[in-house]
């Protein structure tokens, strides 16, 4: 049995409405102290040395890396006859942003390389906007994964930095405004002390930067110190006619969107979508015509046209009704709505002309995943990916006119898609629901009721996890692994109703969904108990320490990785308290009944044979705090009966996951996938 490094257990209790809740490793919150740092490098000492000692990492890592080694575009965006893209050559750790004079330019040029600006890559370009006239690009920048930002102006030409420099960015984006003197872009106060990494995110406001100036010289365009919750998003309409401000409380879909009139001197913000009653997402205008994709009276959204002049929703005009598939995105190029749906968890897209008559359905490769489709109302055309499980993105070019679709970019590969073959089926959940889940593997691979198996899941704030290519997940599928991948509620995949099935006091809907697809694959013989490994991120953290501490007889290998783990304090950290949209609030003495119930930390029972475990996080992770994975792998290792390992591995500078370099995450899945062959049975 593991010795695992001593962790102070001390007597927290908390009284949280008249229920006594212990707390016994709060200290480790404080994740900067001695007592703690310590804690972390004896833990990962502990994890270095067991997974030096199993046979297939080296293997495992080798054939990672050599497999992640292919060519990653992006699809280029358009801007005066410029077009940029993102451009991997295979192994680098973050992706390098070129740019092309036309289609045409047989010289693409760098614009930016965020791996010179760091030796170990942990420098990520985490934003960009590229200005009307493709002269300017205003770009984001985070180090060690971090969600805080800093932003810089580069001139397209010659590639070199303007003075202009912002601090204090979060949860922003760009957006120049329409005749490319400046941009919008929303930040925080500049914190008091060192704890940015951990104090709650509150009080966003969203400024104006004009090119040139200083930070100091930002004009205040709107804040609502009334609202500490409220976050903004703020972009003119092409024609520069109206500035939009779309305002967000945290994650939750329903929005608010107030304008400003940019004809007129000092104009008001004013309401038009004042009510947080919908989702609002602004797609086009012409004049005082503003086109928005919405879920109100729509659960599977539509689009419509709505009157600044005259907003009231009896005013509207329905250009796309709602269909039997949930509406995912729409853009205006060509004057055609190329409208992305999800048709049972894979995409599917139409056009539609100015009038919402229907022009025909885009032919795609297969049941995969799309984006992109970006571009201006003018513009003749534009770009997608394509991906599924065993297809990397491909680039193609695509005329809104024709509905004719081009190859532009494909990556050579180092292994033959046909091997592998990909099929959806349907899962029947503990009430009964019907729940979309992928399986991939190698074809003719013969069920024998103990296939080593990867169940993946997420089920959470309305995110529709895609079918794609992972390069981790084609090493499993090489190794005989079959990977399966459940479409939870609580998710995105089928509109609101999915996700107020998944959400608050019916969260547990998502933990009866992936367990009974576990039940499923092991039913179906596909494979068993010991082979069984189940992994998920951030809320699918979450969702594996709520099913192994419900479950642990289901279960072979658990996977939880920057898992939301302490239910009753998420809100008390960072951008916790944005979750409470989805969770509830552990303050509300009903929905903490609810809460308390799941909480993966506190539904650790002692002496109970917990699966073998890696716990995943990152050192600097300001979205969900770290401590939320400390205090759980402690309590997980002073609960355990059986032999089984239970290890953390930390990750050092290293937050949530954005902007990961590529050799920490080679890193990362070959420890995960030899740490899973050793403890499956």
Not at 78 to 94: D, E, I, K, S, V
Not at 538 to 550: D, E, K, P, R, W
């Amino acid at each position: 049995m593991i010795k695992y490094p001593p962790a102070r257990s001390e007597k927290t209790v908390e009284n949280l409405h008249g229920i006594p809740v212990p707390d016994p490793y709060r200290w480790m919150e404080d994740i900067d102290s001695e007592e703690t740092r310590t804690w972390i490098d004896a833990q990962n000492q502990l994890t270095q040395r067991y997974l030096a000692d199993l046979p297939d990492r080296d293997s495992i890592r080798q054939r990672m890396t050599e497999l992640w080694d292919y060519e990653k575009f992006s699809p280029p965006t358009h801007h005066a006859g410029r077009y940029f893209y993102a451009y991997n050559t295979g192994l680098l750790n973050q992706d390098v942003l070129y740019w092309m004079d036309g289609l045409e330019d047989p010289e693409p040029k760098v614009l930016l390389d965020p791996n010179k600006l760091s030796s170990d890559g942990t420098i990520a370009r985490t934003g960009t906007a590229v200005s009307h006239n493709g002269k300017y690009l205003a770009y984001g920048l985070s180090e060690a994964g971090s969600d805080w930002q800093e932003w810089y102006v580069r001139r397209v030409d010659d590639a070199l930095d303007e003075p202009d420099h912002l601090k204090w960015v979060k949860f922003s984006s760009a957006a120049w405004d329409h005749n490319d003197q400046g941009f919008y872009y929303s930040r925080y106060d500049e914190p008091l002390d060192e704890d940015s990494f951990k104090k709650a995110n509150y009080f966003q406001k969203l400024y104006y930067h004009r090119l040139g100036t200083l930070q100091a010289e930002d004009i205040l365009i709107y804040e609502r110190p009334d609202h500490k919750d409220w976050m903004f998003q703020g972009f003119e309409t092409e024609d520069g006619a109206y500035l939009i401000i779309v305002v967000t409380i945290g994650t939750q879909e329903e929005v608010a969107v107030f304008i400003r009139d940019l004809s007129l001197p000092d104009a008001p913000v004013k309401p038009l979508l004042p009510d947080f009653d919908a989702e609002y997402y602004f797609i086009d205008s012409q004049g005082p015509l503003f086109y928005f994709l919405t879920s109100k009276a729509a659960p599977l959204r539509r689009l419509v046209g709505i009157d600044a002049n005259n907003p009231d929703k009896k005013n509207w005009v329905e250009i796309v009704p709602q269909t039997s598939d949930t509406l995912q995105d729409v853009s205006l190029v060509g004057d055609r709505f190329i409208c992305t749906y999800l048709a049972d968890a894979v995409s599917a897209v139409r056009l539609f002309d100015l009038k919402g008559n229907d022009l025909g359905q885009v032919a795609l490769p297969g049941l995969g995943t799309v984006s992109g489709f970006s571009g201006r109302r003018s513009d003749v055309l534009t770009f997608y990916a394509y991906t599924d499980t065993t297809t990397p993105p491909v680039i193609y070019k695509f005329d809104p006119i024709t509905r004719q679709s081009a190859c532009f970019r494909q990556p050579q590969l180092q292994f033959d898609p046909a091997v592998y073959t990909t099929e959806r089926v349907f899962v029947t959940s503990k009430d009964g629901t019907r729940v979309p889940m992928f399986i991939s593997h190698k074809r003719g691979l013969q069920k024998n009721g103990s296939l080593p198996t990867y169940l993946f899941g997420y089920g959470g704030f309305n995110i529709a996890i895609p079918v794609m290519f992972k390069v981790p997940i084609l090493v499993w599928m090489e190794l005989g692994g079959v990977y399966a991948q459940v479409q939870l509620r609580g998710g995105g995949e089928y509109g609101e109703a999915w996700h107020y099935a998944g959400m608050k006091a019916n969260k547990q809907n998502v933990f009866d969904d992936f367990i009974s697809a576990a039940e499923w694959l092991i039913n179906q013989g596909y494979t068993k108990r010991e082979s069984l490994a189940v992994g998920g991120r951030s809320n699918g953290g979450l969702l594996i320490g709520a099913v192994m501490t419900q479950r642990p007889d289901l279960f072979g290998v658990c996977m939880p990785t920057v898992g939301v783990m302490d239910m009753l304090r998420f809100h008390k950290f960072t951008i916790g308290w944005a979750w409470v949209s989805d969770y509830g609030s552990p303050d509300d003495p009903e929905e903490f009944k609810v809460l308390h119930v799941y909480s993966p930390y506190h539904n650790i029972k002692p002496g109970t044979a917990y699966p073998p475990t890696m716990i995943t996080t990152g050192d600097h992770d300001d979205r969900v705090f770290p401590a939320h994975s400390y205090k759980f792998a402690a309590a997980m290792q002073a609960a355990q009966a059986g032999d089984a390992p239970i290890l953390i591995r930390i990750d050092t500078r290293a937050g949530h996951g954005v902007g990961k370099p590529t050799a920490k995450l080679i890193e990362e899945y070959a420890d995960l996938w030899a740490f899973t062959l050793a403890n499956m049975k």
